[in-house]
Every structure is written in structure tokens, then in C-alpha cells.
T-cell receptor, first 114, second 114 residues
Framework: ETGVTQSPTHLIKTRGQQVTLRCSSQSGHNTVSWYQQALGQGPQFIFQYYREEENGRGNFPPRFSGLQFPNYSSELNVNALELDDSALYLC?????????????FGPGTRLTVT | GNSVTQMEGPVTLSEEAFLTINCTYTATGYPSLFWYVQYPGEGLQLLLKATKADDKGSNKGFEATYRKETTSFHLEKGSVQVSDSAVYFCALSLTQGGSEKLVFGKGTKLTVNP
């Protein structure tokens, strides 16, 4: 069974640029959630995708957007990068939506905006 | 709103000492409660969970009991090891509008010295 993988591991971007982060969900999982973890803080929910549709969103502006593909992998896109977007971005997949299903986290992508 | 408050660290203990990390929550509805652990440079791993009041979650010697009357989910371990050094996150899970998201505390860094 392959776990959740994310790419790239690290990324450095300049303010104003755009970035795409990728996540491959665990085999058999149809739900992907994205979280932002600023340094020294707990992860914050960005949004969730269920069967290719956005299924809930946290308190993040529209320049944070996402996609989920038929194989349930997912992308997180951030436009017009700001310095405060520097963080660890975590992807988590689960077998289905609903709080009874455990979310399995990937290792994260460390984004630095300069 | 929904939130999690956990004791601030860092916490430094000697090997074989008793560990308690306090966690309280505020939630509308009936959340599931979790403890996640994050080792240096890695993503989050689920340590234990409880889905209803009075449930006790346990794993690898760690325990936590879901206390609805005190809205708490304190993490305990009778005898810590050096390998337990990590950041511990308390979290709650709520299903809102069909979307299930995790709400995390800020994390408590634990260092265990030999």
C-alpha cells in the first residue's frame, strides 16, 4: 500500500509568482484535504476535495485554489504569492469524507516566498 | 467557533518520566478528538483518537480520554523514551456541510533527555 506522497519537497518562490503543489493520495482514498502549517503553528484547513469536487473550504482567499483528478490525486495552486504564504503545506487523504475516516498525511512541501 | 487549546511548550523531561500534555476544546456539535505527532522533518502521524464521550484512545503507551464534561482530551504516557521527542498536536474533527475538517491546536514540543 503506497502512502500519501507530495511534490516537490521544497520550493522557493518570489512574491507575486504562482505555485502548484502536488499530492498523490493513498491507494483507495477518494478524499483529499490540504492544510497550511506556518512555522511554530498547528496546521490550518485550506480546503477538501471529494470525487473531484471542492467539498468545503477554510478561511483562505480565492487565490488559493485546487483540483482533484480522476485518480484522486490533487493540486494546490496559489496565485500572487505573499511573504505570509511561506509555510509547510500538508496534504491528507482519507478513504471517504466524514469524521469517522482517518486522514493520512503526506510529508509536506516547504514553500518559501522571498 | 471551533477551537483547540493545548498547553504551551516546550516540555523537557528525563527518560522514564510521566508525561501529561493538556488539551481542551470548544466545538459546536459532537467532534471526534485526535492526537497527532510530528517528528522532525516529517508530516503528521495519527497517534490516537476517540470518537465519543468517555472513549479512551491508546497507542504506543500513550492514552487520552474524551471528557465531555470538561471538554478535555489530555495526553498521558507513564514512561517516556528519547524516541518520543516530537511535536504533539491535539485536534478535533467536525463534519460541516458535508465537509470534514481537522482543527488543530498550536502544538507542544516534547524533548526527552536520556
Amino acid at each position: 500500500e503506497t502512502g500519501v506522497t507530495q511534490s516537490p519537497t521544497h520550493l522557493i518562490k518570489t512574491r507575486g509568482q504562482q505555485v502548484t503543489l502536488r499530492c498523490s493520495s493513498q491507494s483507495g482514498h477518494n478524499t483529499v484535504s490540504w492544510y497550511q502549517q506556518a512555522l511554530g503553528q498547528g496546521p490550518q484547513f485550506i480546503f477538501q476535495y471529494y470525487r473531484e469536487e471542492e467539498n468545503g473550504r477554510g478561511n483562505f482567499p480565492p487565490r488559493f485554489s485546487g483540483l482533484q483528478f480522476p485518480n484522486y490525486s490533487s493540486e494546490l495552486n496559489v496565485n500572487a504569492l505573499e511573504l505570509d504564504d511561506s509555510a509547510l503545506y500538508l496534504c491528507a487523504s482519507s478513504f471517504d469524507r466524514g469524521q469517522t475516516y482517518e486522514q493520512y498525511f503526506g510529508p509536506g512541501t516547504r514553500l518559501t516566498v522571498t | 467557533g471551533n477551537s483547540v487549546t493545548q498547553m504551551e511548550g516546550p516540555v523537557t523531561l528525563s527518560e522514564e518520566a510521566f508525561l501529561t500534555i493538556n488539551c481542551t476544546y470548544t466545538a459546536t456539535g459532537y467532534p471526534s478528538l485526535f492526537w497527532y505527532v510530528q517528528y522532525p522533518g516529517e508530516g503528521l502521524q495519527l497517534l490516537l483518537k476517540a470518537t465519543k464521550a468517555d472513549d479512551k484512545g491508546s497507542n504506543k503507551g500513550f492514552e487520552a480520554t474524551y471528557r465531555k464534561e470538561t471538554t478535555s482530551f489530555h495526553l498521558e504516557k507513564g514512561s517516556v523514551q528519547v524516541s518520543d521527542s516530537a511535536v504533539y498536536f491535539c485536534a478535533l474533527s467536525l463534519t460541516q456541510g458535508g465537509s470534514e475538517k481537522l482543527v488543530f491546536g498550536k502544538g507542544t514540543k516534547l524533548t526527552v533527555n536520556p
